[in-house]
């Protein structure tokens, strides 16, 4: 039972990265290897990579999908004023009630409303779940709020 949900959950990751106009390669990537790609939204520029599967990164995604039965299908890194650095870690939740609301696009152009748990890396006790909103450019993922 949990690994058929699992196999759906990653379904309803791959319908989540096509709603959010994810660049193809990513999409098929993910859906292939089960690779998560990090947008790390800098000042000065939005560089996308694949997480390395033996980086600290990906055990803290592995973490976070087994201590919370998620499955997490891209990460955005960015650093907010008076919050600090975080990580978006991009989810599908375990409760097929949820899925529906787990992406919709926004009525501002370019936005989406996704679920999410929220890493503080400086203060990791306030980190959380709940939604975020993602400017989508380009195939880009960039959290805004």
């Not at 004023?81 to 949820?98: H, K, N, R, T, W």
Request: glycine share 4%; charged share 20%; net charge neutral.
């Amino acid at each position: 039972m949990i690994a058929q949900q699992s196999v759906r959950q990653k379904d309803i990751a791959t319908w989540a990265l096509c709603k959010l106009n994810v660049s193809m390669p990513y999409i098929l990537d993910f859906e292939a290897h089960d690779n998560v790609y990090l947008f790390d939204c800098d000042c000065d520029r939005n560089n996308i990579q694949r997480i390395s599967p033996n980086s600290e990164l990906m055990v803290k995604i592995r973490e976070i999908e087994k201590a919370r039965n998620l499955k997490i299908y891209a990460v955005t890194h960015d650093y907010m004023p008076y919050v600090g650095e975080m990580y978006s870690f991009l989810c599908i939740s375990p409760y097929q009630a949820d899925w529906d609301s787990m992406v919709n696009l926004t009525a501002i152009k370019h936005h989406a409303r996704v679920y999410a748990y929220v890493y503080n890396v400086y203060s990791p006790e306030c980190s959380e779940s709940g939604f975020v909103v993602l400017r989508i450019t380009g195939g880009k993922l960039v959290r805004v709020g």
